[in-house]
């Protein structure tokens, strides 16, 4: 119903359009529009796809041709005042056609689209807004049939000016469909939520100022062989309170609460209050206390905690920071899990005649006390950052690995064990191994070097366990007049365990880093060398790398890029590891009607563990505008070779779009 009334309003909207009313005096068409353009649109892609295995070699090639005419207009009803809009309408037919092994098939679908935003009442007390749009999509797939995929979306919005008490009511409708034209009844995916916010701001003077927002969102979501549907409900009140001399003191009040209800019962309550004062110019002090209590379907916390601190800069070349911590988090059944701390941190340069030095130190002292029984607790949302190096490792000790789940910062996207990362556990740890794809897909994947991911899981606690560690860094570098800069660092952690289970380890360690940096005009050139000793992973490595950007002409640029990273890992088991990575990006202006833009990835991973993973992308589009005339053409192909297969694509497309 909803994409029936959209469209019929866009027609509504357009046919009126003769129909006169007398504004203050004057006569007007009711509705009054703008030059309707539009422009018809041809693409067609062919793409090929070829996995190579010990056992099988599977080949897929699809065709997709598109065609789709649009048009588009914009005016306002009676008066600009009364109400401005914008609307749009398209449609189209999509042709595909799959070679996959032995499968031979051929789809059509008619596409259509629409889009419309309504503004009124801008400049009363109580302006409102409305947009609504839909798209439509056939996507090729490697060796399996096309997917249709639609969206509708419609947002209604209505502010409330109310003098001290201003508002806004948000309320959205969001439709997601796919499914397979050749297999419906098990390709298809689901998505329908419908969200409401409520919005209240309010400053009691000029120095306080008060924000509340509730949010409730609905979802039902299927696909084949599963249902969910829950409810989330979010509170979110914040209160800044500034004063003192220029307003330079500030308390911070913060609280939250999260409700989630049906497939996943979860609650979540969080109050935060901050004090932070600014003594001088170069000295102030904050002061924070935070409670979170968390509710879900197996487990339980409420934790406590506090932290104190200040930053006092001295002489403007000498900053130094401080803070003590404490919290308590209580998991019910008389297991309770206590930290306390405190970190130091100062910073120091100095003008020489040689150029400047640098150097910073940072001393981190922590204490953990887990108390009670024997039992499980959970973890959710765990955030790491992916690596192409070392190990990443969850936080917790003991994990029951069956329970992993890594997802996307989304929460929806889940990663695939064995594809996508690998579980190693040693000693009592458990760590996470990225596979970087350097081929691109539609789904996310850790093709990006420090790309943020989370983590679920379960894990066993300790009866009784008692840490103690102190980390230090430091770093000095020497930045030269003439581009060269040299540097060390050194990193250092000690640890104490006192625990009743039998395979729990200190994690000790000394970092060295020996490095040296060149850097001048569009050419950057680095050099660094790695000791890593630790009680647990002990490694080396090098790391080389060398980027130059270079500008041919005003209309040509070319940058160029290299890395080498070499690693030895001496461990329970030994591990070499080499990653070489290189490219370019080429982007050049042929014409005032003419561009062309071209990328070399390559990535050779040599991994005496975990075996080898080579791969390339090579990139290239032309595009060409003349006038209301615009075509581009590219191709792309890619090659990836990981353990024993083989995956090589080959894309390439025109789209052609001529406005009128």
Not at 293 to 321: C, I, P, V
Request: glycine share 6%; hydrophobic share 30%.
């Amino acid at each position: 119903m909803l994409r029936y009334a959209m469209v019929g309003s866009i027609v509504i909207t357009m046919g009126v359009s003769g129909c006169a009313v007398n504004v203050r005096g004057r006569e007007r068409p009711l509705v009054k529009h703008g030059p309707i353009e539009g422009h018809v649109e041809l693409a067609s892609q062919w793409q090929k796809d070829q996995n190579k295995s010990p056992n099988e070699t599977r080949t897929s090639t699809s065709t997709l041709f598109e065609e789709k005419i649009r048009f588009k207009t914009e005016g306002d009803v009676v008066d600009p005042d009364f109400m401005l809009y914008a609307a749009g309408i398209g449609f189209g037919l999509a042709q595909d056609r799959l070679r996959s092994d032995d499968v031979s098939q051929s789809s059509s679908d008619f596409l259509k689209e629409y889009n419309l935003s309504l503004s009124m009442l801008r400049n009363k007390p109580y302006p409102a807004g409305f947009y609504a749009n839909r798209s439509e999509d056939l996507i090729s797939r490697q060796f399996l049939g096309p997917l249709r995929s639609e969206r509708d979306n419609a947002t209604m919005v209505f502010n409330w000016k109310l003098e001290g008490w201003p508002m806004r009511f948000d309320y959205s409708i969001n439709r997601d469909r796919q499914e397979s034209l050749s297999n419906p009844s098990t390709d298809f995916y689901n998505r329908d939520s419908d969200i409401f916010r409520y919005m209240l701001t309010h400053d009691f003077t000029e120095n306080s100022h008060l924000t509340f927002d509730f949010e409730r969102n609905e979802v039902r979501q299927q696909s084949a062989g599963s249902s969910t549907q829950y409810q989330q409900d979010r509170y979110s009140l914040r209160h800044e309170y500034e004063f003192g001399l220029e307003k330079k003191h500030r308390l911070s009040s913060y609280l939250d609460y999260h409700d989630q209800s049906g497939a996943f019962d979860l609650q979540n309550l969080q109050w935060e209050e901050m004090l932070r004062l600014q003594h001088s110019d170069d000295f102030s002090t904050f002061y924070s206390a935070r409670y979170h209590k968390s509710r879900q379907t197996d487990s339980q916390s409420d934790e406590y905690s506090a932290r104190a601190g200040y930053t006092h800069r001295l002489y403007g070349n000498f900053l130094s920071s401080g803070s003590v911590y404490g919290s308590r988090a209580d998991f019910g059944g008389g297991n309770k899990l206590d930290q306390q701390g405190g970190i130091l941190s100062i910073d120091y340069y100095r003008n020489n005649p040689l150029g400047i030095l640098l150097g910073t130190y940072s001393v981190n002292v922590n204490r953990v006390d887990i108390i009670g029984d024997a039992g499980t607790a959970s973890v959710a949302g765990e955030e790491h950052n992916a690596s192409d190096v070392v190990l990443v490792e969850l936080n917790r000790p003991n994990i029951i690995t069956s329970s992993i789940v890594v997802k996307h910062t989304d929460n929806v996207s889940i990663y695939t064990l064995g594809e996508d990362y690998q579980i190693i556990e040693e000693n009592g740890r458990t760590k996470l191994r990225f596979i970087f794809n350097p081929v691109p897909s539609s789904f996310p994947d850790f093709t990006t070097v420090g790309q943020l991911f989370k983590v679920d899981y379960d894990y066993l606690v300790d009866p009784e366990r008692t840490e103690d560690t102190l980390n230090q860094a430091f770093t000095v570098r020497q930045r030269f007049k003439n581009g060269i800069s040299v540097y060390y660092e050194q990193r250092r952690q000690s640890q104490t365990i006192d625990s009743q289970m039998d395979n729990t380890f200190p994690d000790e360690y000394t970092h060295h880093t020996y490095g040296a940096d060149y850097s001048w005009k569009n050419l950057f050139l680095l050099a660094e060398y790695i000791d890593r000793k630790s009680a647990l992973v002990p490694s080396t490595g090098t790391r080389y790398e060398g980027r130059y950007n270079w500008a041919v002409n005003p209309d040509t640029t070319v940058s160029l890029f290299a890395s080498n990273q070499d690693w030895t890992f001496q461990e329970t088991q030994p591990r070499d590891l080499e990653i070489f990575r290189t490219g370019f990006d080429l982007y050049s202006r042929l014409s005032g009607r003419q561009t062309f833009n071209a990328s070399i990835d390559y990535r050779n991973e040599k991994d005496s563990r975990f075996g080898n993973t080579e791969g390339f992308q090579v990139r290239g589009e032309m595009k060409y505008i003349y006038r209301k005339l615009n075509i581009r053409f590219g191709v792309e192909t890619s090659m990836l070779k990981r353990r024993s297969s083989t995956h090589d694509n080959l894309f390439s497309y025109i789209r052609l779009q001529r406005s009128f």
